[in-house]
């Protein structure tokens, strides 16, 4: 499998903020946003076995780029992770489904659909294991709340997720962000790992 690395860190964003888990970032994407802190970074082949040797603990965050280029490669990590007990979490931008039988081994998939670009809302918004992951900003690639505010209650509301784009440790876009998910009924999330400058 190509990666870019592989790290042990708490889950800084999302429905399962706080909680530590093993990272999996695979290597390449089919989207090119502005901003992407992954895209020029080395990459190097493992085998499955190697990356399986690599993972501790009982949860994995399998991320990218984006992990559905290599299906694969990516389906049969899933399934000796699944045999194994592993719980496991996966991002994507939601341009390619999953295989069914490859989904309902994944704990939780979060789905971060980027503005513009082929996603398949219908397929994962009717997945009871996928949560939808909006990023609000002014990059080309993001949300705006008044997009938001036209796509989101057609949702389940308890999978929809708001989070302001950003870098900077003060998360600038965080209050309108918080204002837009609580105003709409569905949830906030913020950026733990880039608030206290962790990976």
């Excluded at 592989?6 to 530590?20: D, T």
């Excluded at 992990?67 to 939601?94: A, F, K, W, Y």
């Excluded at 490859?102 to 918004?125: N, R």
Aim: contains cysteine; neutral net charge; aromatic residues 6%.
């Amino acid at each position: 499998m190509r990666l870019i690395e592989i790290f042990c860190s708490m889950q800084g964003e999302g429905p399962a903020m706080g909680r530590p888990a093993t990272f999996v970032r695979l290597a390449g994407c089919n989207l090119r946003c502005q901003g992407c802190d992954t895209d020029d970074k080395p990459r190097r082949e493992l085998s499955i076995a190697d990356v399986l040797e690599s993972i501790q603990g009982r949860r994995v965050v399998i991320t990218g780029g984006e992990p559905t280029l290599q299906m694969e490669g990516l389906s049969q990590l899933i399934s000796l992770l699944h045999d194994q007990g592993t719980e496991i979490h996966i991002e994507t931008n939601g341009t390619n489904p999953i295989p069914e039988d490859i989904l309902e081994k994944i704990h939780c998939a979060v789905v971060s659909p980027k503005l513009g670009s082929h996603f398949h809302i219908d397929f994962w918004a009717g997945k009871k294991n996928v949560h939808l992951k909006f990023v609000l900003g002014k990059a080309p690639w993001c949300w705006t709340s008044e997009l938001l505010e036209q796509l989101v209650p057609a949702l389940e509301k308890e999978r929809v997720w708001i989070m302001a784009y950003g870098t900077d440790r003060d998360m600038p876009g965080a209050r309108v962000a918080w204002d837009l998910a609580l105003h709409l009924g569905v949830n906030y999330s913020d950026r733990l790992h880039i608030r206290l400058k962790r990976r």
